[in-house]
């Protein structure tokens, strides 16, 4: 082998805990009786967001020096008093905590910010409505929400689940401190994968979850204890590394992130190799290859992943065909309107780009500089990043730093990965006159 053929040695990413996980874990041990550490948790502004909100209500969380971990003691049931909490853009906060505030004592004033107003949460206070909880709504029966709260019998409910999978989540986790728990049964379910992240957890705190052949579940009520997960690398988050690796013909590993995962959202590597990369998902960790081509003429459902379906359209351009995505109608509804935002993007960069209700496909070009509308949301501005890293000086983002949503440090892990990423309208060496 010459010295030419020999191959790059593999970049080891440092990929933040799951937010998905980090969120969860902190409800579950706020509701435990007793003291959790959420070990390795993401720091992010939801997350902080979250952690804030919990401890408006009378949670105590202690951070470790460096946040190793976050130190969390519950009282075992819902909480008590009256509190504002505010929720920033975290969507899990307005999902998950009305549903525990639901079930203490006191009244709770759910805010946050316009954006997050603007999400829609209707099915959510449709079925807490149903359980008995006395609710008052924003317009659109949005936030703000203000919950007067006196404990929740439980009973059995349907809902629907066909805009957001948390709408049941946050149901779910509620559930043990019901009277007499909860059986529900979601119709038109999205994302289900992070319904069965919620449950795995749930039993991790102790909780008893039974899944019925109908697809519905039922919930025991008996209240948590106390826990010490420790929280993977954040599978949406590693979808831009794993492109990156896709475009550059690079190997990136991301530790931690592994077989037996509890994220749905590591299935986007399946999708990059049938786009052509090499892929290896073992007991310690997952890694891909580039191989010099990106493969399209498929079409593929991403709507149990579609966190990462902006990741494969953004980088479908360089593929040596069209790519379609469907089954994705519910990311209209997320912190943008992804699909049309995507597609706004993509033209910008003269890439042939056509959308529908709940799909979008994307053909092969040659992008052209252009500004990346980011819309405040994370995921658009760090999927273009990665079509920026594969064409130097073709995109600039008009706002690099809402990626601190989830992922604070994602210019500066990118560029000590890929020391080429000079994106412009990121923080840093190369574009400081865009901040």
Same mark, same amino acid.
């Given at each position: 082998?010459?010295?030419?053929? &020999?191959?790059?040695?593999?970049?080891?990413?440092?990929?933040?805990?799951?937010?998905?996980?980090? %969120?969860? @874990?902190?409800?579950?041990?706020?509701?435990?009786?007793?003291?959790?550490?959420?070990?390795?948790?993401?720091?992010?502004?939801? *997350?902080?967001?979250?952690?804030?909100?919990?401890?408006?209500?009378?949670?105590?969380?202690?951070?470790?020096?460096?946040?190793?971990?976050?130190?969390?003691?519950? +009282?075992?049931?819902?909480?008590?008093?009256?509190?504002?909490?505010?929720? $920033?853009?975290?969507?899990?906060?307005?999902?998950?905590?009305?549903?525990?505030?639901?079930?203490?004592?006191?009244?709770?004033?759910? %805010?946050?910010?316009?954006?997050?107003?603007?999400?829609?949460?209707? /099915?959510?206070?449709?079925?807490?409505?149903?359980?008995?909880?006395?609710?008052? $709504?924003?317009?659109?029966?949005?936030?703000?929400?203000?919950?007067?709260?006196?404990?929740? $019998?439980?009973?059995?409910?349907?809902?629907?689940?066909?805009?957001?999978?948390?709408?049941?989540?946050?149901?779910?986790?509620?559930?043990?401190?019901?009277?007499?728990?909860?059986?529900?049964?979601?119709?038109?379910?999205? !994302?289900?994968?992070?319904?069965?992240?919620?449950?795995?957890?749930?039993?991790?705190?102790?909780?008893?979850?039974?899944?019925?052949?109908?697809?519905?579940?039922?919930?025991?009520?008996?209240?948590?204890?106390?826990?010490?997960?420790?929280?993977? /690398?954040?599978?949406? *988050?590693?979808?831009?590394?794993?492109? @990156?690796?896709? &475009?550059?013909?690079?190997?990136?590993?991301?530790?931690?992130?592994?077989?037996? !995962?509890?994220?749905?959202?590591?299935?986007?590597?399946?999708?990059?190799?049938?786009?052509?990369?090499?892929?290896?998902?073992?007991?310690?960790? +997952? !890694?891909?290859?580039?191989? =010099?081509?990106?493969?399209?003429?498929? +079409?593929?459902?991403?709507?149990?992943?579609?966190?990462?379906?902006?990741?494969?359209?953004?980088?479908?351009?360089?593929?040596?065909?069209?790519?379609?995505?469907?089954?994705?109608?519910?990311?209209?509804?997320?912190?943008?309107?992804?699909?049309?935002?995507?597609?706004? %993007?993509?033209?910008?960069?003269?890439?042939?780009?056509?959308?529908?209700?709940?799909?979008?496909?994307?053909?092969?070009?040659?992008?052209?500089?252009?500004?990346?509308?980011?819309?405040?949301? #994370?995921?658009?501005?760090?999927?273009?990043?990665?079509?920026?890293?594969?064409?130097? =000086?073709?995109?600039?983002?008009?706002?690099?730093?809402?990626?601190?949503?989830?992922?604070?440090?994602? #210019?500066?892990?990118?560029?000590?990965?890929?020391?080429?990423?000079?994106?412009?309208? @990121?923080?840093?060496?190369?574009? =400081?006159?865009?901040?």
């Amino acid at each position: 082998m010459t010295a030419a053929e &020999v191959p790059a040695p593999a970049l080891l990413a440092r990929i933040p805990g799951s937010k998905s996980l980090t %969120n969860r @874990a902190l409800l579950l041990a706020a509701a435990a009786r007793g003291t959790s550490r959420v070990r390795a948790p993401l720091v992010s502004d939801d *997350t902080i967001a979250f952690r804030d909100a919990l401890t408006a209500c009378g949670t105590r969380v202690r951070s470790s020096p460096l946040a190793e971990y976050w130190e969390v003691t519950g +009282t075992g049931r819902g909480p008590t008093g009256r509190a504002r909490l505010w929720c $920033a853009d975290a969507g899990t906060a307005a999902r998950f905590l009305p549903p525990f505030a639901a079930t203490g004592h006191g009244t709770f004033l759910f %805010n946050g910010s316009s954006q997050l107003r603007a999400r829609p949460q209707g /099915p959510l206070l449709e079925a807490l409505r149903g359980l008995g909880a006395d609710i008052e $709504a924003g317009p659109g029966d949005g936030l703000p929400l203000l919950v007067r709260a006196d404990g929740l $019998a439980g009973g059995q409910l349907v809902v629907d689940s066909s805009l957001s999978s948390q709408y049941l989540s946050g149901l779910l986790m509620a559930a043990p401190l019901m009277a007499h728990g909860l059986s529900v049964r979601p119709e038109a379910l999205v !994302s289900s994968p992070y319904v069965a992240m919620t449950v795995a957890l749930m039993r991790r705190f102790g909780a008893r979850v039974e899944e019925r052949a109908d697809g519905g579940l039922r919930v025991e009520p008996g209240g948590y204890t106390p826990a010490d997960p420790v929280v993977e /690398p954040d599978a949406s *988050t590693a979808s831009y590394v794993f492109a @990156a690796a896709a &475009v550059t013909g690079r190997t990136v590993t991301v530790p931690g992130l592994a077989a037996g !995962s509890l994220q749905g959202d590591l299935r986007f590597v399946e999708v990059l190799e049938k786009a052509g990369a090499r892929v290896s998902v073992t007991a310690d960790a +997952t !890694s891909v290859t580039g191989t =010099g081509r990106l493969r399209g003429g498929f +079409t593929v459902d991403m709507g149990d992943t579609s966190d990462t379906f902006m990741t494969l359209a953004a980088i479908a351009p360089l593929a040596d065909a069209p790519i379609t995505v469907h089954g994705i109608g519910h990311a209209r509804l997320k912190e943008s309107d992804r699909i049309a935002a995507v597609a706004r %993007n993509l033209r910008a960069c003269g890439i042939d780009t056509e959308q529908g209700r709940d799909w979008i496909t994307v053909r092969p070009g040659e992008p052209r500089p252009a500004r990346i509308a980011c819309h405040r949301d #994370h995921r658009i501005a760090m999927a273009f990043a990665v079509l920026g890293l594969a064409r130097p =000086g073709t995109v600039t983002l008009d706002d690099p730093h809402c990626v601190a949503k989830t992922f604070p440090g994602f #210019h500066e892990e990118m560029r000590r990965l890929f020391p080429a990423y000079e994106l412009s309208g @990121a923080p840093g060496r190369a574009a =400081g006159e865009d901040r």
